[in-house]
């Protein structure tokens, strides 16, 4: 979140703990079937497991050798 896009102490989060995308963010996806989505942990079959840096949820992106050229976009911010 961000209440004032021109100041510039005003620190850009965003916590992703809803059921959708925040307003503002977006996803361009050439991929669909290996492309961003809204996760809890990561739990992989070598026994890893990768939590969110904080709160329920982040964003998640896995890869794949096909072509993949996927994009999350966050609202427009300025940076000084």
Do not use: R
């Not at 059921?19 to 026994?47: A, D, K, M, R, V």
């Amino acid at each position: 979140t961000n209440d004032d896009p021109d100041d510039p102490t005003d620190v850009i989060t965003e916590g992703f703990e809803g059921e959708t995308l925040p307003n503002g963010w977006e996803i361009e996806s050439t991929n669909s079937q290996y492309t961003w989505s809204l996760e809890g942990s990561i739990e992989y079959s070598s026994g890893l497991v990768i939590p969110p840096h904080e709160g329920e949820k982040h964003m998640y992106l896995p890869w794949d050798v096909n072509l993949q050229d996927e994009w999350l976009i966050s609202p427009e911010f300025n940076m000084y």
